[in-house]
Protein backbone atom coordinates (compact mmCIF):
# COMPACT_ATOMS: atom_id res chain seq x y z
CA UNK A 1 0.00 0.00 0.00
CA UNK A 2 1.28 3.76 -0.24
CA UNK A 3 -0.48 6.98 1.46
CA UNK A 4 -0.54 10.32 -0.33
CA UNK A 5 -0.54 13.42 1.21
CA UNK A 6 -0.72 16.35 -1.04
CA UNK A 7 0.24 20.22 -0.64
CA UNK A 8 0.91 23.63 -1.97
CA UNK A 9 -2.87 24.62 -2.74
CA UNK A 10 -3.90 28.13 -2.23
CA UNK A 11 -5.10 31.09 -3.79
CA UNK A 12 -3.51 32.61 -6.98
CA UNK A 13 -4.38 35.36 -9.59
CA UNK A 14 -5.28 34.71 -12.83
CA UNK A 15 -1.87 34.49 -15.03
CA UNK A 16 0.15 32.80 -11.67
CA UNK A 17 1.72 29.89 -10.22
CA UNK A 18 1.49 27.11 -8.15
CA UNK A 19 3.63 23.86 -7.52
CA UNK A 20 1.73 20.67 -5.83
CA UNK A 21 3.29 18.44 -3.96
CA UNK A 22 2.39 14.86 -3.37
CA UNK A 23 4.18 13.19 -0.45
CA UNK A 24 4.08 9.03 -0.80
CA UNK A 25 4.75 6.50 2.12
CA UNK A 26 5.27 3.05 2.27
CA UNK A 27 7.33 0.83 -0.10
CA UNK A 28 8.51 0.34 -3.76
CA UNK A 29 7.55 3.95 -4.77
CA UNK A 30 8.21 2.55 -8.27
CA UNK A 31 5.95 0.29 -8.15
CA UNK A 32 3.18 3.04 -8.94
CA UNK A 33 2.74 4.79 -11.81
CA UNK A 34 1.09 8.66 -10.46
CA UNK A 35 -1.50 11.21 -11.39
CA UNK A 36 -3.07 14.34 -10.54
CA UNK A 37 -6.44 14.53 -11.09
CA UNK A 38 -9.11 17.43 -10.20
CA UNK A 39 -12.46 18.08 -9.72
CA UNK A 40 -15.02 21.58 -9.81
CA UNK A 41 -17.54 21.91 -7.72
CA UNK A 42 -20.38 20.43 -9.68
CA UNK A 43 -17.86 18.61 -12.14
CA UNK A 44 -16.77 15.38 -12.92
CA UNK A 45 -13.30 14.37 -11.77
CA UNK A 46 -10.81 14.67 -14.48
CA UNK A 47 -7.59 13.71 -14.91
CA UNK A 48 -4.79 16.58 -15.07
CA UNK A 49 -1.60 14.68 -15.86
CA UNK A 50 -0.36 11.38 -15.29
CA UNK A 51 3.48 9.87 -15.09
CA UNK A 52 4.84 6.68 -15.22
CA UNK A 53 7.01 5.05 -13.14
CA UNK A 54 10.68 5.80 -14.66
CA UNK A 55 9.45 9.53 -15.56
CA UNK A 56 9.91 9.02 -18.43
CA UNK A 57 6.43 9.03 -20.10
CA UNK A 58 3.79 11.83 -18.93
CA UNK A 59 0.37 12.54 -20.06
CA UNK A 60 -1.49 16.01 -19.95
CA UNK A 61 -4.80 16.50 -21.01
CA UNK A 62 -5.88 19.16 -23.55
CA UNK A 63 -7.07 22.08 -20.67
CA UNK A 64 -3.93 21.89 -19.03
CA UNK A 65 -0.57 21.08 -21.77
CA UNK A 66 1.78 23.76 -22.42
CA UNK A 67 0.46 24.94 -19.17
CA UNK A 68 1.29 22.56 -16.13
CA UNK A 69 4.32 20.12 -15.42
CA UNK A 70 4.41 16.60 -13.73
CA UNK A 71 7.05 15.15 -12.21
CA UNK A 72 8.51 12.64 -9.79
CA UNK A 73 11.64 12.23 -7.95
CA UNK A 74 11.32 8.45 -7.05
CA UNK A 75 14.73 8.62 -4.36
CA UNK A 76 12.48 11.25 -2.28
CA UNK A 77 8.76 9.47 -3.19
CA UNK A 78 7.74 12.79 -4.68
CA UNK A 79 5.24 13.94 -7.01
CA UNK A 80 5.00 17.38 -7.99
CA UNK A 81 2.57 19.17 -10.37
CA UNK A 82 4.21 22.57 -11.68
CA UNK A 83 1.22 25.03 -12.79
CA UNK A 84 1.71 28.03 -14.85
CA UNK A 85 -0.71 30.94 -16.61
CA UNK A 86 -3.41 29.69 -14.40
CA UNK A 87 -7.00 30.16 -15.36
CA UNK A 88 -9.93 30.93 -13.25
CA UNK A 89 -11.25 27.51 -14.57
CA UNK A 90 -8.28 25.54 -13.01
CA UNK A 91 -10.11 26.41 -9.62
CA UNK A 92 -11.07 22.70 -8.15
CA UNK A 93 -9.81 20.47 -5.35
CA UNK A 94 -6.46 18.64 -6.86
CA UNK A 95 -5.77 15.13 -6.22
CA UNK A 96 -2.31 13.33 -6.19
CA UNK A 97 -3.44 9.22 -6.78
CA UNK A 98 -1.24 6.16 -7.30
CA UNK A 99 -1.79 2.74 -9.36
CA UNK A 100 0.00 -0.52 -9.45
CA UNK A 101 2.16 -0.24 -13.00
CA UNK A 102 0.72 -3.67 -13.90
CA UNK A 103 -3.13 -1.84 -13.38
CA UNK A 104 -5.09 0.93 -15.33
CA UNK A 105 -7.22 1.65 -12.14
CA UNK A 106 -5.99 4.18 -9.63
CA UNK A 107 -6.17 2.54 -6.32
CA UNK A 108 -4.89 5.17 -3.98
CA UNK A 109 -5.78 9.04 -3.38
CA UNK A 110 -4.51 11.99 -1.14
CA UNK A 111 -7.27 13.96 0.75
CA UNK A 112 -6.70 16.80 -1.82
CA UNK A 113 -5.58 20.05 -2.06
CA UNK A 114 -7.60 23.34 -2.76
CA UNK A 115 -6.69 25.18 -6.11
CA UNK A 116 -8.47 28.82 -6.31
CA UNK A 117 -7.54 31.02 -9.15
CA UNK A 118 -9.39 34.37 -9.17
CA UNK A 119 -9.84 36.76 -11.92
Known amino acids: QVQLVESGGGLVQAGGSLRLSCAASGRTFTSYAMGWFRQAPGKERETVAT????????YYSDSVKGRFTISRDNAKKTVDLQMNSLKPEDTAVYYCAARYNSRYEYDYWGQGTQVTVSS
Open 51 to 58: INWTGAST
